[in-house]
């Protein structure tokens, strides 16, 4: 093909994407106010509408309810049967999926538990799998697949680079693989900002232009949304904080109460995935069963999880409850520092503390709060999204990217 046509299909697939997306994003909009929106005449944005009228991507629908004379008048909605989007988002210890229609809606989800043991192969084999049950009872065509990633990727070559967490994880060719293996595009982000994009534009972000998304799992990173787009970095790693040297209670430390709530030991090289993640806290659980901590986790089977200890703080024991306050207290510091960094309008914990509610969000904004004025003002939540948060997002990330085809 000519490069002067090929650069028209391209230009033309992007304005009609661009045309997906506002009608989308407003639930339904009439031809008119698509027209002026996108700044085109109105016999232009008609030839485009057509077009994707006829191949199933929009629904053109009258508007009932309002008296006027002549054509009665018509809104415009994406088709659900339009086509799917899958998201897929994991880390080192669970992997979840989800399938979205054409209008965004979430159809069905799949969760599969990951191994300490499992290598980069048999990630990748599980990932494909999961999307083969998220296809295999559905004739509608897949459009694209979006993937949170953990750790460190290359977008560009849609390479995942690193993650510490999963035995040979490096220089992932995943892009490609997802690519070839099911014939259509593939987009990857880090699996964290997956998180912040579906807060972004379903959750406790919608409607902002500044927050910061911190995702608690195996790892910990931040999502940063600025003037409301994400905020990638010069190499793809913005909002890796989970390096972060952090001050340490005594709780996490060597199992001691504090004195007072703003007691903090500063450990050489203690980082905050090492003191405040899901990992630390079962390692901090298992520590004071080594010292025969009385506490109802004893009776668990082998060392606890992190289910384990969450189970035991909801029903208020109280060795757990304090391993939740002093993490809270730690992330009270962590909101502490990105309140000075970005001062965002508001500050998103996600991953399964939040599930804990006031349990683990309490401790987080007392201590932001006693470390400075600026987060006395600072509106600082848990996500209500659940654990398909980054699978919705990604698969959100993977629709919004699609353009058609021309």
Same mark, same amino acid.
């Given at each position: ?58 629904? %053109? ?66 990932? %494909? ?14 459009? /694209?697949?979006?993937? /949170? ?73 931040? /999502? ?63 520590? /004071? ?50 309140? %000075? ?66």
């Amino acid at each position: 093909m000519p490069r002067r046509i090929k650069s028209k299909h391209q230009h033309v697939a992007s304005l009609e994407a661009e045309l997906l997306r506002r009608v989308r994003a407003h639930g339904g909009l009439s031809r008119v106010q698509l027209a002026r929106d996108l700044k085109l005449a109105p016999s232009t944005a008609g030839i485009y509408v057509d077009r994707l009228v006829r191949a199933g991507f929009l629904i %053109e629908t009258e508007n009932t309810g309002r008296e006027t004379a002549g054509r009665p008048p018509t809104s415009l909605v994406p088709n659900p049967d339009g086509g799917r989007f899958i998201g897929v988002d994991f880390e080192a210890r669970n992997l979840m999926a989800t399938v979205v229609d054409f209008s965004q809606k979430p159809l069905r989800q799949v969760h599969k538990t990951l191994r300490p043991t499992d290598s980069a192969a048999q990630i990748l084999a599980k990932i %494909e799998e999961a999307i083969d049950e998220m296809t295999a009872r559905d004739s509608r065509p897949v459009l /694209g697949i979006g993937v /949170g990633v953990p750790g460190a990727i290359d977008p560009v070559t849609n390479v995942a680079v690193h993650y510490d967490f999963i035995k040979g994880w490096s220089d992932v060719p995943l892009g490609a693989r997802l690519g070839a293996r099911f014939g259509v595009p593939v987009f990857l982000e880090n699996n964290i900002r997956s998180m912040a994009l579906a807060e972004l534009w379903f959750g406790a972000g919608r409607g902002l232009r500044n927050f910061v998304c911190i995702g608690i799992r195996s790892g910990i990173a931040a /999502g940063v949304v600025v003037n409301g787009h994400l905020l990638h970095g010069a190499q793809h790693r913005a909002g890796e904080i989970g390096h972060w040297v952090c001050p340490v209670p005594p709780e996490l430390a060597d199992g001691t109460p504090p004195r007072r709530n703003s007691e903090w030991r500063w450990q050489a090289g203690a980082r905050l995935e090492q003191v405040a993640s899901l990992s630390a806290i079962e390692a901090a659980a298992q520590r /004071g069963l080594e010292r025969k901590q009385e506490t109802a986790l004893a009776d668990v089977k082998g060392e606890p999880t992190i289910d384990d200890v969450l189970a035991a703080a909801h029903n208020g024991d109280s060795f757990a409850l304090s391993l939740v306050r002093a993490v809270g207290r730690v992330h009270g510091w962590v909101a502490h520092q990105v309140n %000075e960094l970005f001062n965002p309008e508001k500050i998103i914990f996600a991953g399964p503390l939040a599930d804990l509610g006031d349990l683990f969000l309490a401790p987080v904004r007392e201590t932001a709060r006693e470390l400075g004025d600026a987060g006395r003002d600072l509106a600082i939540v848990n996500s209500k999204l659940g654990q398909y948060n980054g699978a919705v997002g990604a698969a959100a990330l993977a629709l919004h990217q699609w353009k058609p085809k021309r």
